[in-house]
């Protein structure tokens, strides 16, 4: 007799999360989507092939990472993710050299960046300023009081907004129809 195993027939371990990812910026919802400001600016500078380094703020699940993602894949460009949780100067600078070592700048984005001191917040300055890389940080907490001013004041900011039930309902409309697929 077949032993029963508690992960038969489990389709996919991936959070819900990622399995259903935007894989463009057509299949945003929410603030994003509505901002076409932020569409706009990202196709010119994607064109003239000059990213400026960004700040995304918003609450969690407003889709800072996925955009961050996105905006990478669609620049072609090399992309470094560091969780500023657990990443200190020395990876930062590890990060940067990697980066500017590429044909084109590459993007580095700091998930949680307001959990970076203002020594590691400065060692991103230098970089920044010359090109060496394209940043992109997010941030859940008011960037005015938790980034500090120089690093904010090379940033161009765009503010997320938390989902709303109708943006919620098209996504679980969208997950539902993929799932029956």
């Not at 038969?8 to 990622?18: G, H, M, Q, R, V």
């Not at 969690?60 to 993710?81: D, H, Q, W, Y």
């Not at 098209?170 to 029956?180: A, N, Q, Y």
Request: hydrophobic share 40%.
């Amino acid at each position: 007799m077949e032993q029963l195993n508690l992960f038969n027939d489990i389709p996919s371990t991936k959070p819900l999360a990622e399995k259903y990812r935007p894989q463009s910026f057509e299949d945003l919802i929410g603030s994003v989507k509505k901002n076409q400001n932020f569409i706009n600016w990202f196709n010119s500078t994607k064109n003239q092939q000059k990213f400026i380094s960004i700040l995304l703020w918003g609450p969690p699940g407003s889709g800072k990472t996925t955009i961050a993602e996105l905006f990478a894949k669609n620049a072609g460009r090399v992309f470094l993710k560091l969780q500023a949780f657990n990443s200190g100067v020395k990876e930062l600078r590890e990060a940067i050299d990697t980066l500017s070592r590429q044909p084109k700048p590459g993007i580095l984005f700091v998930d949680e960046l307001h959990n970076f001191s203002k020594n590691q917040q400065d060692a991103l300055l230098n970089a920044i300023e010359l090109g060496k890389i394209v940043f992109i940080g997010a941030t859940t907490e008011n960037p005015a009081i938790a980034i500090n001013k120089a690093l904010l004041s090379r940033l161009i900011k765009f503010e997320l907004k938390a989902h709303s039930f109708a943006d919620l309902n098209h996504l679980m409309d969208r997950v539902s129809i993929e799932t029956l697929s």
